[in-house]
Every structure is written in structure tokens, then in C-alpha cells.
């Protein structure tokens, strides 16, 4: 097994060189491709936690994407509880993929504005009654449970429409609506990110809360590392740089102690509480923005990172544990700076 590759111990969802190129968009670039996935591997155990954050088109909502069953992979495999998905027609494979749910950043968009909440979460629990061989009175009564366990009262939301709920609520709908089919996982992606500030922290707690009373595993998608550190404390956290992981290990080990120069990068921008904290001595920036058009030898990061070499600029560091840690790292030169803010 190579360093960079997770063993799935059975349980949970694991992917192994996941791979996906799509043919880019707009003019300026049109014929040529864009490498979302350049060979991720993850392993989300069963009840668990896992985070990834990188900037805007690093492929964050590709993965969850394919984890969704919403998008196709090019090469890699994609394991549920043991099962091999890749093998499998889509017939067999499509049941597992329902059973993955994507929490989308626009609650608003993510329901029909045309349909109650009870219509919009009739329609799930039909199929699931269906499927499961349940009489039709089980509908209203599971109904009533998922509500509950998203923490909204079903007497006050079931006659109401999405547009007379708060975003908060909304969102809370679009779970209750994803635990109708007794999923596997949620994939969050930028989940709060649109919601009132005031009303994150609910939605925070609530998946949260998820893991443990219904066993659901969760992929946290964001690029707010506030956020991942919040709901995968207890998991791993995955950086992802132009489709590649680059840093990952326990989240916490990874927020205190970064050792690849563009997870430094990231978390160098967090803003300092004033008058609280001062900022890491080590901070750091890139010496160049990100662009379209940067090369794909070498190190990935290479045109941006501060201390880039010539061997980074044509060789490519694989994905490696630092030393004899759970953390790993791409990168040839790993050492620890202090970027994170500490108290004044
Ligand atoms: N359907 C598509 N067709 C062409 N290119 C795509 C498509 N979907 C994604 N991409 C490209 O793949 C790359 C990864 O996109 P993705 O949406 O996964 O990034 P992201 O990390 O979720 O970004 P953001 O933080 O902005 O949501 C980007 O370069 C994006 O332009
Ligand atoms: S391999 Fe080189 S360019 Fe890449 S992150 Fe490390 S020091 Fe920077
Ligand atoms: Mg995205």
C-alpha cells in the first residue's frame, strides 16, 4: 500500500485515485481540458467525519459530485461499506449513490417553491415506503421524525412553502428531506455558507448531532477553515490544491501544525481577532495569484509557493507521512511555521 493510499477497514466510503477532466469552458480556453481530479484518495468511516477545503475550482464539488452519483469519474474506484461501485452496472450501483446526499450552499434553490414541505417530503418517504415495503401510514408518522431530528416543529413547517421559512429552516428542510432515504453520508457543500450568520452555528451543531443520532457520515465541502475544524474536529481534514490532495491528516493536527506551504498559505489568511490574537510569526503568502494557465509540471504549486526550487518546478512530490505521523504532505521541502494566530 502506498503512502498515499487509505485502507477502507470495510466500513464508510472510500475513493482511490479518483480522476476527472472536464472540457473547459469559455472561450479563451476552449479545446483544451481542466484536470478537476488528478487521483484523490479518501476514506469517510462509517459515523465519521471528513473536511476538504482549498480554494475556488480546486474540485471541492466535483468530489461530492461523484460521491452523489451526480457526476462520472474517469479512472479510480469509489467503495461503499466494502462494495466496490466502480464494478457494478449502474442498475446495482445507482441504489448506493441515493443513499449519498448532497447538502447544497442555496437551500432556496434546492426545494420547489411550488410545493409544501409536506408535498416535499411525501414524495421521498412514498418511494422509501415503497422500496421497504411499508404501509402508507408510515409516511406521515416518518415525516414527523425526520422533521424532529433536523429540529424544526412539524406542525409549524409541513403547510408552509419554502419562501415563508428562514434560510435556516430551509436548510434544515433540505436535510430532513436527504434523511428520508436513510443516507450513508451528506456531502455538505458550503452548506451554511449562505445562510444568516446568526443561524450557521444551528446548522454547524445540527450535522453535528447527525453523525451520533442517526450514524450518518458526513463530507464537509468548504473553504472556511473555521468551519472544518468545527464539524470534523474528529476526522481527517483533506487540502486540495487544482485537484490534488496535498495535505491531510487529523484536522486539528493539521490546523496547529501545517507543514505544506500552501496549507500554510490558507491558513495565513484567517483574520486575527484584534486586540485577542496576533498573527503567526510565519505567515505566509503566495508569491503569485492563482491562474488558469499555470503549468502542470512539477510540484502543482510550484509558480505560487515562496520556496519553490528548481526540482519542484519539474518533479512532482507524491503524497507522503511526515515522518512517523498520521499527517501526509506533498511536498520535498515540509516544515513547520507558525501561521496560525496565538493569543496576545
Ligand atoms: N461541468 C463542468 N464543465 C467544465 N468545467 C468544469 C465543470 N465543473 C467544474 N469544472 C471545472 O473544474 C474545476 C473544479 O471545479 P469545482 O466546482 O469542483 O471547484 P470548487 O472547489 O467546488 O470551487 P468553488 O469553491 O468555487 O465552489 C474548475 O476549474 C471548474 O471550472
Ligand atoms: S514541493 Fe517545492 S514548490 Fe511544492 S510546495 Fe513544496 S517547496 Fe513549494
Ligand atoms: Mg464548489
Not at 417530503?121 to 433536523?150: C, F, H, M, N, Y
Not at 453535528?208 to 481534514?237: K, Q, W
Not at 503567526?280 to 502543482?300: F, I, K, N, V, Y
Not at 526540482?311 to 511526515?322: D, G, K, V
Request: aromatic residues 6%; neutral net charge.
Amino acid at each position: 500500500m502506498s503512502a498515499s493510499t487509505v485502507d477502507s477497514g470495510g466500513g464508510g466510503i472510500q475513493g482511490r485515485g479518483i480522476v476527472k477532466t472536464f472540457k473547459a469552458r469559455g472561450n479563451v480556453l476552449a479545446g483544451s481540458t481542466v484536470q478537476a481530479l488528478r487521483g484523490v484518495d479518501f476514506q469517510i468511516p462509517a459515523g465519521g467525519a471528513a473536511s476538504f477545503i482549498g480554494e475556488s475550482g480546486c474540485g471541492k464539488t466535483t468530489l461530492g459530485r461523484i460521491l452523489a452519483g451526480l457526476e462520472d469519474y474517469d479512472a479510480g474506484t469509489l467503495s461503499v461499506n466494502g462494495v466496490d461501485l466502480t464494478s457494478l452496472p449502474k442498475r446495482k450501483r445507482d441504489p448506493y449513490f441515493r443513499r449519498i446526499q448532497m447538502i447544497h450552499q442555496d437551500p432556496y434553490s434546492a426545494l420547489n417553491p411550488t410545493r409544501t414541505v409536506d408535498a416535499i417530503l411525501t414524495d421521498p418517504l412514498t418511494l422509501r415506503a415503497r422500496q421497504t415495503g411499508r404501509p402508507k401510514s408510515w409516511i406521515a408518522k416518518r415525516q414527523r421524525e425526520v422533521l424532529s431530528l433536523v429540529g424544526l416543529e412539524p406542525e409549524y413547517v409541513l403547510s408552509r412553502y419554502p419562501h415563508q421559512l428562514s434560510g435556516g429552516m430551509r436548510q434544515r428542510v433540505v436535510i430532513a428531506r436527504a434523511l428520508t432515504v436513510d443516507p450513508e453520508a451528506l456531502v455538505a457543500d458550503e452548506a451554511v455558507s449562505m445562510i444568516d450568520v446568526s443561524l450557521r452555528l444551528g446548522i454547524l451543531r445540527l450535522l453535528r448531532e447527525l453523525r451520533e443520532t442517526v450514524g450518518v457520515s458526513v463530507l464537509f465541502i468548504t473553504h472556511d477553515v473555521a468551519t472544518a475544524r468545527y464539524i470534523g474536529a474528529d476526522g481527517d481534514l483533506y487540502v486540495i490544491y487544482r485537484g490534488e490532495i496535498i495535505e491531510r491528516g487529523p484536522t486539528e493536527t493539521i490546523i496547529a501544525n501545517p507543514v505544506h506551504p500552501y496549507t500554510q498559505c490558507l491558513l495565513s489568511a484567517i483574520p486575527v481577532l484584534h486586540g485577542l490574537e496576533v498573527p503567526g510569526a510565519d505567515r505566509l503568502t503566495p508569491t503569485e495569484p492563482l491562474a488558469d494557465t499555470q503549468s502542470d509540471a512539477g510540484c502543482l504549486f510550484a509558480a505560487r509557493c515562496p520556496f519553490a526550487t528548481d526540482r519542484c518546478r519539474t518533479e512532482r512530490p507524491e503524497l507522503a507521512h511526515h515522518g512517523d505521523t498520521a499527517q501526509l504532505h506533498a511536498c520535498f521541502y515540509p516544515e513547520q511555521r507558525q501561521v496560525v494566530a496565538v493569543s496576545a
